[in-house]
């Protein structure tokens, strides 16, 4: 009676942990928005990490967190680091390209709750309507235990929702500094 049970119970395991090896290994989250302000302004706000508090969905989750500015007051070698509550956890920001008014592109690093690195991109192209369109896009490696995370909850849905939330404060704070 118990070796049925058992066979049943080390099937199911090892379906899931093939299911979760076959899950893909890398993860893209992208988010846009349109900004009535140059593309100057918009990399203004993204280039300088003394001025994303302001905008970051981050920084309400947690008014008291230990942040630390190092290297580069702005563009390539600025870092920013962060410990708070669960919601944010601790990590550390690197500017590592910096083209002003097309790209910033820096290295996230995660260290709790859980570790982890990831790139993200922020990119400033003009629109037919005098407006810049601003592309933020975080892109990863998973690790097995990541993967098998994301069977219950993907990453798009986890942070893609925060991208949108902060491109409507960029937006906000570029088009009134525009004007």
């Known amino acids: 009676m118990i070796i ?9 395991i090892l379906i899931f942990l093939v299911i ?5 290994n890398e993860f893209r989250v992208t988010r846009s928005a349109a900004i009535a302000a140059s593309q100057a302004v918009v990399f203004a706000q993204i280039n300088d990490f003394h001025k994303w ?18 290297g580069a007051p702005a563009g390539v070698g600025a870092i920013f680091t962060w410990s708070g509550n669960k919601k944010i956890g ?12 097309d790209l910033v592109r820096l ?4 260290i709790r709750p859980f570790p982890g690195k990831s790139v993200t991109e922020f990119t400033f192209k003009p629109n037919a309507n005098n407006q810049t369109v601003m592309t933020w896009t975080m892109t990863g490696k998973h690790s097995f235990i990541a993967k098998a ?4 909850m993907n990453m798009d849905k986890m942070v893609g929702g925060d991208f949108e939330k902060g491109l409507a404060q960029i937006k906000i704070i570029s088009e009134a500094a525009a004007k």
């Open 53 to 70: 508090e302001a905008w970051s969905p981050w920084a309400k989750l947690d008014p008291a967190a230990r942040n630390s500015f190092e």
């Open 90 to 101: 601790e990590g550390r920001m690197t500017i590592t390209d910096s083209h002003p008014s």
């Open 149 to 152: 995370f994301c069977l219950f």
């Open 20 to 24: 979760v090896e076959l899950l893909p």
């Open 107 to 110: 290295n996230l690093e995660f």
């Open 4 to 12: 049925p049970i058992l066979i049943g119970v080390a099937s199911v």
